[in-house]
Structures are given as C-alpha cells and as structure tokens.
T-cell receptor, first 115, second 112 residues
Framework: GNSVTQMEGPVTLSEEAFLTINCTYT??????LFWYVQYPGEGLQLLLK?????DKGSNKGFEATYRKETTSFHLEKGSVQVSDSAVYFC??????????????FGQGTILTVHP | DGGITQSPKYLFRKEGQNVTLSCEQN?????MYWYRQDPGQGLRLIYY???????QKGDIAEGYSVSREKKESFPLTVTSAQKNPTAFYLC???????????FGPGTRLLVL
C-alpha cells in the first residue's frame, strides 16, 4: 500500500536559517503530493502541492519538487521566520482506483524557530 | 465565507457514552472525510463519503459510525465500542478527483 516517511523531528532553527524537511513516499501509480501545515490547536492548511513528476510547488517562500526517480518531495525554505513554527505534514493522494482521493500522511515534523 | 466548520471545539465523553461530532461545509464539495490525529502520528482515515447517502470505511473505522443525509453535512459518532477515543478529529472535503482536500478546525475529544 501507499506510505509516506518524513524526517524525524523536532527541528529547531534560528530565525533566517535554511530549512529542509525530508519526505519520501511509496505508492502505486502516479500520486499527487502535498505539504500541509498545522498551527497549534488548529486544523491543517494546504501549503503547496505537485501533481506530476518534476513539478515544483511553492507558496510563502516554501518550495518542494516532485522527484519521481528518488520518490521524494522535500520541503525547503531559504530563510525561516518565528511565525513558521508549526507541524508540517507530507501527504500523497492516489486519484485512481478505489482510493477515492484518500490522503496518506507522514507522521509530521515539528518545527520551532527561535528569534 | 466558504469553508468547513466543526463543532464543538472540545467534547467530553463519559464511559459508555456515544458522542457525535459535527462537520458542515458550504463549499459545494461532493466528497467528505473524517481523520483521527494522535500525538506524534500522522492523520488516519476513519470514514469517507463520495456522494450523499453513500460512505465507506477507512483504515480505522471500528468504534465509529457516520451518516451522509445532506451534501453539506457529515457527522461522526464515536460509540462506546471505541475504547481509546481521546484524539483530535479532523473533517475534510474535496471538490472532485484530483482536487485538494480542505480541512476544518478540528474537535478535541477527551474522556472523563
């Protein structure tokens, strides 16, 4: 079945540092890939997505590239801010077959950014 | 404003009690989903519904039930058969195949 593996956290950075959160996946077919962000006590917000190989999703300074050859979708940001402190989830959706768009999530990575 | 609302924000369950979590969307989405989130884990799918009057079990449906009588509403009942119900419950909806899932703010269920 489908699975998503994220780098273990928590990740602690100073403001303006470079961020990478690794995400690799196992899936049949050609999944769409997502990064969601969750702030304390809230639901998930879509951060970015990519629907086919070599697509780059980007939003709010975050980027991730769909790499089919390495089955990866690593999240990067050049300069983090304190307001980026949150939990980040990598997820995949297989639009085909009987999965009905079900999302398969990684375990989440807690990011804390200090001033 | 279009979006997904969940109520209540916090819910307390007594031993042997059934409780119902509300999820409403005004996005005109056909598909709706319920996920459970436990600390340090990703989200796991409980139930999903593609259209009104139809729903399917997800990965962890035991101890839960749902209904889909209206397009806008997808309530989740946590029954007394669910022995470990303490978790954060998230509802989501999706417009169509290949489209993004959008999430509500969540309900935190605690056991007294």
């Amino acid at each position: 079945g489908n699975s998503v593996t994220q780098m273990e956290g928590p990740v602690t950075l100073s403001e303006e540092a470079f961020l990478t959160i690794n995400c690799t996946y196992t899936a049949t077919g050609y999944p769409s890939l997502f990064w969601y962000v969750q702030y304390p006590g809230e639901g998930l917000q879509l951060l970015l997505k990519a629907t086919k190989a070599d697509d780059k999703g980007s939003n709010k300074g975050f980027e991730a590239t769909y790499r089919k050859e390495t089955t990866s979708f690593h999240l990067e940001k050049g300069s983090v801010q304190v307001s980026d402190s949150a939990v980040y989830f990598c997820a995949l959706s297989d639009p085909g077959g009987t999965s009905y768009g079900k999302l398969t999530f990684g375990q989440g990575t807690i990011l804390t950014v200090h001033p | 404003d279009g979006g997904i609302t969940q109520s209540p924000k916090y819910l307390f369950r007594k031993e042997g009690q059934n409780v119902t979590l509300s999820c409403e969307q005004n996005l005109n989405h056909d598909a709706m989903y319920w996920y459970r989130q436990d600390p340090g884990q990703g989200l796991r799918l409980i139930y999903y519904s593609q259209i009104v009057n139809d729903f399917q079990k997800g990965d962890i449906a035991e101890g839960y039930s749902v209904s889909r009588e209206k397009k806008e509403s997808f309530p989740l009942t946590v029954t007394s058969a669910q022995k470990n119900p303490t978790a954060f419950y998230l509802c989501a909806s999706r417009g169509g195949p290949g489209e993004t899932q959008y999430f509500g703010p969540g309900t935190r269920l605690l056991v007294l």
